[in-house]
């Protein structure tokens, strides 16, 4: 549901052995920055331009980044930001990674996640991040819809389905340029989170369907070929996960009853009574793409929120179950850190950094985008064989009671209509180990995988950085979920 204006708890664990903190202060004329701009020989009015090697965040020696912006049509900019992988670059995959909302920059993902650097409490210096993904990856932030932390221009994204299209000719433009070329043929894992669960299964899927017009000689583009989708604690069928909401009020595991006895029957008569959530819920999922369907879903959305989730969460933290809202925790270091004029300028940043958009999100909001399902697409994407997973946080035994709880996630996986659906049902969840210690309990059925990551929060690589990155590469190696 809606993710995108609250504080992300997120706790970073990064271990013992860090790099000394790079400061603002710091000379960087060693690094070579050079601002080049390339224009798509296919695609009218986007350019590319980016500046190579800043010298911010990713520091370690012969590691290459290029940032700047993809100009995707007339005064449309979405910033991007690349990391080379640390190890073996010249053949380890290509990632991708989008933040959710909607409305809600990448960046969030790169300095609070898994990219390769963390901020200071200082705000002006960072330090290497050891478990970043780009340790065995490639890895591409994107910030998207335009408006989004470095995004700039004019906005025409009202939602998901709308969303994909400015996404891939944001690839068409990569790859048709020399700079990204040799990325268009490597393993591409598209990863994601929240509302990510829309994102995942409509961008992926488009891709492909642009990808069969590439094919059949109906369209001149780039294939962009996605060979793995990953989602964390992913918004992914708002009917199953709204029921969660009141199931996991009810009975939170290692918490028990959350809300009185007459809240509970309130939130319960509002799910399930004439006209209720439920109802107005299968109606927005009825209405389809109808020209109807944008009230109706608005409405769905609007009731279910009010009715269901705001007093099914009450006075605790809607994204862990062991804070009450008024924490103000994680402190956000980097946000005031890509605000400074000098990295603004090193990087390339034309506008001032916005984690996530009020107004980006207000066009979703216009149509009801977050009510819809994409189960049915993540469910066709299981049932083609793409390697998939699909990760949720348990924190101490609990969870968050909103950003989409891991009750709901799994129900949402359970409900999935594919070949593996029976088979999961009979698949218990079993602990997979890193170093001895227990990280996840998992199930795998074929090239799908389900893990519920133990100790952790909305933001699993935040919390657990070490069994992130194990599991990310398992999943990239396109391995079953294992002990390591």
């Given at each position: 549901m ?10 970073l664990?990064?271990g ?5 903190a790079?400061s603002?202060?710091d ?7 050079r601002?080049?701009?390339v ?8 350019t590319l ?5 800043s010298g911010?965040c990713?520091t ?8 700047g912006?993809i ?8 910033w991007?930001w690349?990391f080379?992988?640390?190890n073996?670059?010249e053949?380890?995959?290509f ?5 959710g909302?909607?409305?809600c920059?990448s960046m969030?993902g790169?300095f609070q996640?898994?990219?390769?650097c963390?901020?200071?409490?200082d705000?002006n210096?960072t ?5 970043s993904?780009?340790n ?10 335009i408006g ?10 009202n939602?998901t389905?709308?969303?994909?299209p400015?996404?891939w000719?944001?690839?068409q433009?990569?790859?048709e340029?020399?700079?990204f070329?040799e990325?268009?043929s490597r393993?591409?894992?598209?990863a994601?989170?929240?509302y ?5 299964p409509s ?5 492909e369907q642009q990808?069969?017009l590439?094919?059949s ?10 060979s ?11 009917l199953?996960?709204?029921i969660?909401?009141y199931?996991f009020a009810t ?5 028990g ?5 007459a ?5 319960s008569e509002s799910?399930y009574g004439?006209?209720g959530?439920?109802a107005?819920?299968e109606?927005?999922y009825?209405a389809g793409?109808?020209?109807e369907?944008n009230d ?9 929120t009010n ?8 006075d605790l933290d809607?994204?862990?179950?062991r804070?009450n ?8 270091y980097?946000v005031?850190y ?5 990295v603004?300028?090193r990087i390339?940043?034309?506008?001032k950094y916005a ?7 207000g066009?979703f909001?216009?149509?009801?985008d977050?009510?819809?399902?994409w189960l049915p697409?993540?469910s ?13 946080r348990?924190?101490?035994c ?6 989409c709880n ?10 999935m209509d594919?070949?593996g659906n029976e088979?999961?049902h009979?698949?218990l969840?079993?602990n997979?180990?890193l170093?001895?210690?227990p ?5 795998n059925?074929d090239n799908?995988?389900?893990a519920?990551?133990?100790a952790?929060?909305?933001e699993v690589a ?5 069994a992130?990155?194990a ?11 294992h002990s390591?």
């Amino acid at each position: 549901m809606r993710l995108v204006f609250i504080r992300s708890c997120v706790a970073l664990i990064v271990g013992a052995a860090l790099a000394r903190a790079v400061s603002l202060t710091d000379d960087f004329e060693d690094f070579e920055t050079r601002r080049v701009e390339v224009h798509s020989r296919i695609h009218n009015e986007t350019t590319l331009r980016y500046i190579k090697n800043s010298g911010i965040c990713e520091t370690t020696p012969n590691v290459t980044q290029y940032s700047g912006y993809i100009d995707v049509g007339t005064n449309m900019s979405t910033w991007f930001w690349f990391f080379e992988a640390r190890n073996s670059p010249e053949t380890a995959p290509f990632t991708l990674w989008l933040n959710g909302g909607p409305g809600c920059s990448s960046m969030i993902g790169l300095f609070q996640e898994n990219g390769p650097c963390l901020v200071n409490e200082d705000g002006n210096s960072t330090y290497l991040n050891p478990y970043s993904w780009n340790n065995v990856s490639n890895v591409i932030y994107i910030d998207q819809p335009i408006g989004t932390g470095f995004s700039y221009g004019t906005d025409t994204v009202n939602s998901t389905e709308t969303a994909a299209p400015l996404v891939w000719k944001a690839f068409q433009v990569l790859f048709e340029s020399k700079l990204f070329s040799e990325y268009a043929s490597r393993e591409f894992i598209f990863a994601t989170e929240s509302y990510g669960g829309h994102y995942g299964p409509s961008f992926v899927t488009y891709f492909e369907q642009q990808n069969a017009l590439i094919a059949s000689g109906a369209l001149e583009g780039e294939p962009v070929v996605v060979s793995a989708l990953v989602i964390n604690n992913g918004w992914y069928d708002p009917l199953i996960q709204n029921i969660a909401y009141y199931n996991f009020a009810t009975y939170a595991p290692g918490y028990g009853q959350l809300q009185s006895d007459a809240v509970l029957k309130n939130i319960s008569e509002s799910l399930y009574g004439p006209d209720g959530c439920v109802a107005k819920g299968e109606a927005c999922y009825t209405a389809g793409n109808s020209t109807e369907s944008n009230d109706i879903c608005v409405q769905a959305d609007n009731y279910c929120t009010n009715y269901v989730f705001v007093p099914a969460i009450g006075d605790l933290d809607m994204y862990d179950l062991r804070q009450n809202s008024s924490s103000l925790f994680p402190p956000e270091y980097y946000v005031d850190y890509l605000r400074k004029k000098h990295v603004m300028k090193r990087i390339g940043a034309e506008t001032k950094y916005a984690e996530c958009s009020y107004a980006a999100y207000g066009l979703f909001e216009q149509t009801g985008d977050d009510a819809r399902t994409w189960l049915p697409q993540l469910s066709a994407l299981a049932n083609s064989g793409m390697k998939i997973l699909i990760w949720v946080r348990e924190p101490d035994c609990s969870d968050s009671i909103r950003s989409c709880n891991w009750l709901g996630g799994y129900a949402s996986v359970l409900a999935m209509d594919w070949y593996g659906n029976e088979t999961l049902h009979n698949t218990l969840l079993s602990n997979i180990t890193l170093g001895g210690t227990p990280i996840a309990a998992v199930a795998n059925v074929d090239n799908f995988s389900f893990a519920r990551v133990y100790a952790a929060g909305h933001e699993v690589a935040a919390f657990q950085p070490a069994a992130a990155l194990a599991i990310f590469t398992q999943v990239m190696n396109k391995e079953p979920l294992h002990s390591v």
